[in-house]
């Protein structure tokens, strides 16, 4: 059976009457926006490549410009020195922030700070990274960086270094990596 006619002023649009939706000032930038995207995705879709929403991968490169030289013999048994978590990030922290003289500049109330953690903490970190010889104390507020460990300036200027400090205190602070005790020992 036929419905009968509506009136227009029955419908239901005429009823509820909304003003229209004004268009954002970009919107033909963003319409041309999404048209090229389209088209990078029928392109992809073409080839049967994939896609990503990520950021762009980038290939690894050295930040900064700067290398670092380390024994790979030391490195690879740091383990074995049982350091704390501390005395390692305080090792590391050096192993970046050397001058080229292997100086690092900065009291321990400093590296707490930088740390955030106590100057106590950093005292005994100090003293197990001068135990072991990667560091010493050259005066207040300088600790000299080992640089049979670690360098991070041309080998130049690190043989200049060698030289400078001279094989008799390079000698008094040789690294001795201690043999790997045994689970029984420990």
Known sequence: MAQPARRSYESPVEAVRLSPVPQPPDSANGIETARRLVRSLEQIARKGGTFSTGPEARAYGFLGGRH??????????LWSFELSTTARNVLDHMTVHHDDHGIVTATQSKLAEHFGCSQSKISRAISQLTAHHFTWKERRGQYRLNPLYSYRFGSRKHIRLLEEIGPE??????IVIPPARSEATR
């Open 68 to 77: 670092l030289s380390m024994s790979q013999i030391i490195q690879d048994s």
């Open 169 to 174: 205190k390079l000698a008094e602070h040789a």
